[in-house]
């Protein structure tokens, strides 16, 4: 179970992957998170990594990413955008890519 600021950080990183922008910066999820400063935004983001929402990258700046695993919404846009990459005039992809954007909206 995620408190109110771990789910506040976690959507923050949700938006950005499916916006297709870098991960928040400590900074920014402070803000967003409205939590006083960016070390308590890592503790956040280190209890979001413990607890397998989100995993670190080595050696890369702004190393957190979602674990597409833990986020079901990410997962379905993400395998219904593939099918109409895959597929661009089938109309049976471009149905479930609407799906799960839908269910995507749904969940916010």
């Known amino acids: 179970m995620l408190t109110a600021r771990e789910t506040q950080v976690f ?5 950005a992957a499916l916006a297709g922008r870098p991960s928040p910066t400590m900074r920014e999820l402070a803000e967003i998170a409205d939590l006083p400063s960016a070390s308590n935004a890592h503790r956040v983001v280190g209890q979001l990594v413990s607890k397998g929402f989100l995993r670190r990258m080595r050696y890369r ?3 957190v990413e979602i674990d597409p695993r833990r986020s079901a919404t990410l997962a379905g846009i993400i395998a219904a955008a593939r099918a109409v990459t895959a597929e661009p005039g ?8 609407r799906a799960a954007l839908e269910m ?5």
Do not use: I, Q, V, W
């Open 90 to 97: 089938n109309p049976d992809a471009m149905g479930r890519l």
């Open 61 to 63: 700046t702004r190393a």
């Open 11 to 15: 959507r923050a990183y949700e938006e």
């Open 104 to 108: 995507g909206a749904e969940h916010e």
